[in-house]
């Protein structure tokens, strides 16, 4: 049974940081590429950061600078680390894998950024 469940979120005041965490079971980790999406109420969901199976990292632009993507393919484990926050990135945060057709979406974790 595949799962992604996403940790790490809460409440933080503007400049503060938080670290995501999406933990995989039930696939082959390392073969997948891992990325991490947002969605505000009101909006599309929006892509925010990638880790491709080789550990290459790209990021959406508004978060550039700011976030910073990593994998463990030991502990099937992918993170987002997130600093600089702005009332802007509140959103609900989702982790996906995808390889070729196949693509997984863990339930989210809300993230809230107000002072």
């Known amino acids: 049974q595949v799962q992604l469940v996403e940790s790490g979120g809460g409440l933080v005041q503007p400049g503060g940081s938080l670290r995501l965490s999406c933990a995989a079971s039930?696939?082959?980790?390392?073969?997948?590429?891992m990325s991490w999406y947002r969605q505000a109420p009101g909006k599309e969901r929006e892509f925010v950061a990638a880790?491709?199976?080789?550990?290459?990292?790209n990021y959406g632009d508004s978060v550039k600078g700011r976030f910073t993507i990593s994998r463990d393919n030991a502990k099937n484990m992918v993170y987002l680390q997130m600093n600089s926050l702005k009332p802007e990135d509140t959103a609900v945060y989702y982790c996906?894998?995808?390889?070729?057709?196949?693509?997984?979406w863990g339930q989210g974790t809300q993230v809230t950024v107000s002072s």
């Open positions: 880790v491709s199976l080789g550990g290459s990292t």
């Open positions: 996906k894998a995808r390889r070729w057709s196949s693509e997984y």
């Open positions: 039930g696939f082959t980790f390392s073969s997948y590429h």
